[in-house]
């Protein structure tokens, strides 16, 4: 296992795990029932991350652009989709049983030795496990009424490439993005929302010239490297590492993966594909219908190479914890703090009356409601002021704007800053303005 990301600190995913749920970002799904195998559900404080996470994705993608379109697709679709794509016959992982004492399963790609990790007990030979949730479209549960949920976004942009083509009058090189839920039954889910049964992913196809696909990989690998940098995350934890010629996916000519150093290692948070005409040229041929593009001026007629992107909103989502994560002692007590970029946070600006006295309290809503208008703010007068700033420093919120007796006389607040702890006092009338200049914006 290579070594923990620098700067870490202790933030271990126990730690994170205990936070989210303390603080409201995420939940075990079900969990007065038990809870149900790496499903998670999102709380108040992790809604609004993870949209944020999408926004910034969707507003550089396709907003910022005009060569990208958005789409939406059923997450069913027709299932002859996933005999075209391959899916049906090579989307599968290697499955082991422990034949000891504790008959767990595990997949025999992450296995080292021969022996079951939890009980030493003898392995099965592997044999091949579909990653595909089978269900049933009708009343009848025949193998006529099988479906599948889908286990990518990428093949209805394949599927719809000609719809999106014809309505939208793009010319190539272009692009189809997606952001929606996918679902794979998973072996050997873990390290909290790193690999979940039901995920949400943001992906789009570049459809491009056959001999200019590798100009477009280059491009979209530094383009993503530059998005996620933005997003806060540190470029030591970073990496771009290219897929070996065994580990390629049956449908890709090329790929690398945008790796970040987790606790337990490098690992997968973006790939960037480089699948030819694959995709088109096994729907065209399954579906009988042209695919091809042809070119407005000169009248050449080729199915295109395709670029993909395609990155995990949950696996971007616990990355950005994990790497704002941090404990610190302030004044001999222990501070834990996410640092996370004002663009994430939940709340960028949280308002908070020194005192729950209606004297303090009235002006200090006033004041929250101005701001809301412009940032996403949090009221908060529970507790001691002290108490107030630790918990805001813990769920992330870069600002911290205190009403206090002197604000009734002065017209004036005092901006606390989460990284730096500094302090500095602003009237009124300029508190947009100071927290915009400290938010970057």
């Given at each position: ?289 042209d695919l091809t593009y042809l070119e407005p001026q000169g009248g050449r007629r080729y199915l295109p190479w395709v670029v993909e992107p395609a990155i995990g909103v949950d696996r971007t989502v616990l990355t950005l914890l994990l790497d704002a994560y941090d404990e610190e002692e302030v004044r001999g007590e222990r501070r834990a703090v996410l640092r996370l970029h004002p663009s994430v946070a939940p709340y960028q600006v949280a308002v908070l009356p020194l005192s729950r006295k209606p004297e303090l309290v009235e002006p200090a809503r006033r004041l929250e409601a101005a701001l809301r208008r412009e940032f996403a703010t949090d009221f908060d007068d529970t507790q001691s002021i002290g108490r107030r700033y630790r918990r805001q420093d813990e769920i992330g919120t870069p600002l911290a704007v205190t009403v206090d007796f002197d604000s009734l006389q002065d017209h004036a607040a ?28």
């Amino acid at each position: 296992m290579s070594e923990a990301p620098t700067g870490m600190g202790e933030a271990r995913v126990d730690q994170l795990v205990s936070l989210a749920k303390r603080r409201g970002f995420i939940f075990p799904s079900s969990e007065i029932y038990g809870g149900i195998n790496a499903l998670w559900d999102y709380g108040p404080l992790g809604v609004p991350l993870r949209n944020r996470v999408r926004q910034s994705w969707w507003r550089r993608v396709v907003e910022a652009r005009d060569d990208v379109e958005g789409l939406e697709c059923s997450i069913i679709m027709n299932p002859k989709v996933w005999v075209a794509s391959g899916h049906v016959d090579t989307f599968s992982d290697p499955l082991v049983d422990c034949l000891g004492e504790c008959h767990q399963r595990w997949r025999a790609d992450h296995l080292k030795g021969d022996r079951c990790p939890t009980c030493q007990g003898p392995l099965s030979p592997p044999r091949q496990f579909n990653l595909m949730f089978k269900t049933f479209l009708g009343p009848v549960e025949d193998q006529s009424a099988a479906v599948y949920l889908r286990p990518e976004t990428a093949q209805g942009m394949f599927v719809n490439f000609k719809n999106v083509l014809n309505t939208s009058r793009q010319r190539i090189p272009f692009g189809i993005a997606q952001i929606g839920r996918s679902f794979r039954n998973e072996i050997s889910p873990g390290n909290f929302i790193f690999r979940s049964r039901e995920f949400e992913q943001m992906e789009m196809e570049w459809f491009c010239e056959p001999e200019d696909d590798l100009r477009w990989f280059e491009y979209w690998c530094q383009d993503q490297m530059a998005w996620l940098q933005g997003l806060g995350l540190r470029p030591e934890n970073l990496r771009l590492r290219p897929h070996t010629p065994q580990e390629l996916s049956h449908y890709a000519k090329g790929a690398s993966d945008i790796e970040y150093r987790f606790p337990w290692g490098w690992g997968e948070l973006e790939g960037i594909a480089r699948r030819g005409d694959y995709d088109l040229r096994h729907h065209q041929e399954a579906s009988g219908r042209d695919l091809t593009y042809l070119e407005p001026q000169g009248g050449r007629r080729y199915l295109p190479w395709v670029v993909e992107p395609a990155i995990g909103v949950d696996r971007t989502v616990l990355t950005l914890l994990l790497d704002a994560y941090d404990e610190e002692e302030v004044r001999g007590e222990r501070r834990a703090v996410l640092r996370l970029h004002p663009s994430v946070a939940p709340y960028q600006v949280a308002v908070l009356p020194l005192s729950r006295k209606p004297e303090l309290v009235e002006p200090a809503r006033r004041l929250e409601a101005a701001l809301r208008r412009e940032f996403a703010t949090d009221f908060d007068d529970t507790q001691s002021i002290g108490r107030r700033y630790r918990r805001q420093d813990e769920i992330g919120t870069p600002l911290a704007v205190t009403v206090d007796f002197d604000s009734l006389q002065d017209h004036a607040a005092t901006i606390r800053e989460r990284d730096s702890m500094a302090q500095v006092r602003v009237g009124f009338d300029q508190l947009a303005a100071a927290c915009r200049e400290r938010l970057g914006g």
